[in-house]
């Protein structure tokens, strides 16, 4: 018996239910909209009934949609966990690889240290995805994952890689102007916190804000929702902060302050979904990952100093 759907359809109509119009969905896939919108209703048509409700603000998927869109959804995963499994069979590793992890470290320390695996794995063509939200890589929005928390997930693979703790710093010029710090007492008004306004990157990442001055609290000088943004603003010279050891370790422009004053540990894990266990990329990135960061630690943390002149 032949099937009322074929693939072409069953593409065009995954892509116009992600996009929400036949215009978007043209886009992604390269053709016009009027194609979009007739293969859509031919498909609606072999099968009976109405995928979507039209508005003139866009598509929604009506109830039948909905349960197509989930089927198909799947196996297009399927296919393209299958396809990765495949490429890899080579010899040496080819194809797509996607990682995703915080602004913070990948615009900082991964950035400077994935040149390396760029070069010995020229057939893999390496994307970062930098977000503070947890993108979901069961269903492939990325390959794989370094978090700085542990999965809650029971499908995920992780490999546990470091323990990473923050500490006080501050620029040269700042310490210059407003003196060294002497007690948690000299911190008030001059210390930069994360803001509400924006997915936690990692726990407890405001905890001087919990050390108690007199009869209150720690008051921030400023507010910023990105870590690696309250790096810049310490080496701007704005204020005071804490900031992880991945970003400082490496680095002689800041100066760490309170030295007794450590952060809570705060742990770093590599995550990839069971589909990829066998995949050489996701093995040649891990063993590299490990390998950098072993490398990394390795290398003793620049002398802080502060110049008086």
Not at 72 to 94: G, I, N, W, Y
Not at 209 to 236: E, F, M, T
Not at 280 to 308: C, G, H, Q, T, Y
Request: glycine share 6%; proline share 6%.
């Amino acid at each position: 018996m032949k099937s009322r759907m074929d693939w072409d359809k069953l593409r065009v109509f995954h892509a116009v239910a992600d996009a929400g119009s036949f215009t978007h969905a043209g886009d992604t896939l390269s053709l016009s909209q009027s194609a979009v919108s007739r293969q859509v209703h031919s498909l609606e048509e072999s099968l009976g009934v109405m995928l979507f409700h039209r508005h003139a603000r866009g598509l929604i998927l009506t109830e039948q949609g909905e349960l197509l869109y989930r089927s198909v959804h799947d196996v297009f995963h399927q296919l393209a966990m299958t396809e990765a499994v495949l490429t890899d069979s080579k010899e040496r590793p080819e194809g797509p690889l996607r990682i995703t992890t915080t602004v913070a470290f990948g615009s900082t320390w991964l950035t400077r240290e994935i040149k390396k695996f760029i070069e010995d794995y020229p057939g893999i063509d390496v994307s970062l995805i930098l977000t503070d939200s947890d993108l979901d890589i069961t269903m492939r929005e990325a390959d794989c994952a370094i978090r700085f928390a542990m999965p809650t997930r029971g499908d995920l693979i992780q490999r546990h890689l470091r323990t990473v703790r923050s500490r006080l710093y501050a620029s040269p010029e700042y310490l210059r102007t407003h003196g060294m710090p002497k007690s948690v007492e000299d911190l008030d008004g001059h210390l930069i916190v994360f803001g509400d306004d924006g997915p936690i990157p990692t726990p407890s990442i405001n905890w001087p804000l919990g050390l108690q001055v007199n009869d209150h609290g720690i008051r921030p000088v400023l507010k910023v929702n990105n870590i690696y943004g309250i790096y810049r603003a310490v080496v701007s010279g704005l204020g005071i902060a804490p900031l992880p050891s991945y970003m400082t370790r490496l680095s002689s422009e800041l100066v760490h302050v309170l030295p007794e004053l450590v952060g809570p540990e705060i742990d770093m894990y590599f995550v990839y979904p069971e589909e990829l266990r066998d995949s050489m990329r996701i093995s040649m990135f891990r063993d590299f990952l490990i390998r950098s960061l072993n490398e990394a630690w390795a290398v003793p943390a620049p002398r802080e100093k502060l110049s008086r002149s």
